[in-house]
């Protein structure tokens, strides 16, 4: 069962409540994505790092439920 935009976009926002987050749906499918994903939480941190929390916020369902997530991070401008 494909994982829909909705839920991709609540896992980020549970773990990081201040995300500004924008999800895309790439092939019409529900199976690959694209995931734009701005936190003040991602300040200081490496792309890996940044990376890695929004992974972790998606509790295992990459690979799975959710086949591809193409990510975008960033912090918010000032």
Same mark, same amino acid.
């Given at each position: 069962?494909?994982?829909?935009?909705?839920?991709?976009?609540?896992?980020? /926002?549970?773990?990081?409540?201040?995300?500004?987050? *924008?999800?895309?749906d !790439?092939? &019409?499918?529900?199976?690959?994505?694209?995931?734009?994903?701005?936190?003040?939480?991602?300040?200081? /941190?490496?792309?890996?790092?940044?990376?890695?929390? *929004?992974y972790?916020s !998606?509790? &295992?369902?990459m690979?799975?439920?959710?086949?591809?997530?193409?990510?975008?991070?960033?912090?918010p401008?000032?």
């Amino acid at each position: 069962m494909p994982m829909d935009a909705r839920d991709i976009e609540r896992m980020i /926002k549970a773990a990081l409540p201040d995300a500004e987050v *924008v999800i895309r749906d !790439l092939a &019409g499918d529900g199976n690959h994505y694209a995931a734009t994903v701005v936190s003040e939480s991602f300040r200081g /941190k490496s792309r890996v790092q940044q990376h890695q929390i *929004v992974y972790q916020s !998606l509790q &295992g369902q990459m690979g799975g439920v959710l086949h591809a997530l193409a990510l975008q991070t960033g912090v918010p401008e000032k």
